[in-house]
């Protein structure tokens, strides 16, 4: 998300089309019956369905160990590391967070119920104090890692407060559908595309917003060349612009799971300057980039290592 370049564009209508509705009504339909499932099946069985894709996805099967082979050689993670074993354990992680991804659409938070735990939880109050004695808005930052969607809904309920989650267009029925799953309990979802007005407005007004910043920013050839593990990758700066805007905290977080429970892990939050220059948001950006790659490395089979993180400057 570049700032300079987004335009304000009118919220989507695809969710107002005939075809997206009966697509939603029939998708809900048919996976109904998984969600019944105990939760023990639904995590074996999103472990084997990811695994199944491991072998099925040759691209993102090469991709995923490219970039592990490439990263370990860097020297950003363990020499002894399997490679192989912890691609196939990637896979498995996100066949469990897309089958709980149905659960959270189908029965809610309240699911995953005693099975998540807050770790750095007295960061996060600090921040939320001190954002409402200063009225400053507050800019929850994660990666593609453990459970990210879980974490967007979870975290919320910890702090008691409503979020706006931003991301991405993927298409008509996807977006209808993760629209439906990010706006479930009274929080809303808001588009990178043309969605910068309402960010500040949320912003300036001491609301929440909550995004993901792990991504190769390439569209339009934005994003600024930074180090990631060992390796120059093309980075956002745009939640940062928008914090050096409006003055916002960034509260970093990220998700991990062991076993059938679910671990948020919140990290000091960066405070902008008043008057936060070019220095400050490639500082501030690296620092995020340090810390997210320090915690994939101690949890390398957490992370969405298919995605070409370093396009353009892989070996």
């Not at 992680?93 to 959270?104: A, C, D, K, R, S």
């Not at 979802?189 to 043309?194: A, E, R, S, V």
């Not at 994939?296 to 370093?310: A, E, F, L, S």
């Amino acid at each position: 998300m570049d700032l300079g370049d987004i335009r304000e564009s009118p919220i989507t209508k695809n969710s107002e089309k005939l075809w997206v509705r009966l697509g939603i009504f029939l998708f809900l339909a048919l996976t109904w019956p998984i969600t019944r499932l105990p939760r023990t099946w639904s995590l074996f069985l999103g472990a084997w369905g990811g695994r199944l894709f491991y072998y099925l996805l040759k691209r993102r099967r090469q991709v995923t160990l490219n970039n592990l082979a490439m990263i370990q050689e860097a020297g950003a993670l363990e020499p002894n590391l399997d490679l192989a074993k912890t691609a196939r354990r990637t896979f498995a992680n996100l066949g469990q967070t897309t089958l709980e991804g149905l659960y959270l659409l189908h029965q809610g938070v309240e699911f995953f119920q005693g099975h998540w735990e807050i770790l750095g939880q007295e960061i996060g109050l600090a921040a939320l104090d001190l954002a409402h004695r200063e009225k400053r808005g507050l800019i929850f930052l994660t990666g593609h890692i453990g459970n990210w969607e879980l974490s967007c809904q979870v975290l919320p309920i910890i702090f008691g407060f409503k979020a706006h989650t931003v991301g991405r267009t993927q298409g008509a029925l996807s977006d209808a559908l993760l629209s439906r799953l990010r706006t479930r309990g009274g929080h809303g979802f808001i588009y990178k595309d043309g969605g910068a007005g309402a960010m500040l407005k949320i912003l300036r007004a001491g609301g929440v917003l909550g995004t993901l910043f792990d991504q190769s920013a390439l569209v339009g050839g934005k994003g600024v060349p930074l180090d990631f593990m060992g390796r120059p990758a093309l980075t956002t700066l745009g939640p940062f612009k928008l914090a050096a805007k409006t003055g916002a905290l960034i509260i970093p977080f990220f998700s991990r799971r062991e076993g059938s429970t679910h671990y948020f892990e919140i990290f000091p939050y960066l405070t902008p300057p008043a008057r936060a220059d070019n220095d400050w948001l490639i500082q501030a950006t690296q620092t995020l980039n340090n810390l997210l790659a320090g915690f994939i490395r101690k949890h390398p089979d957490q992370w969405m290592w298919g995605h070409r993180r370093w396009k353009g400057f892989e070996r």
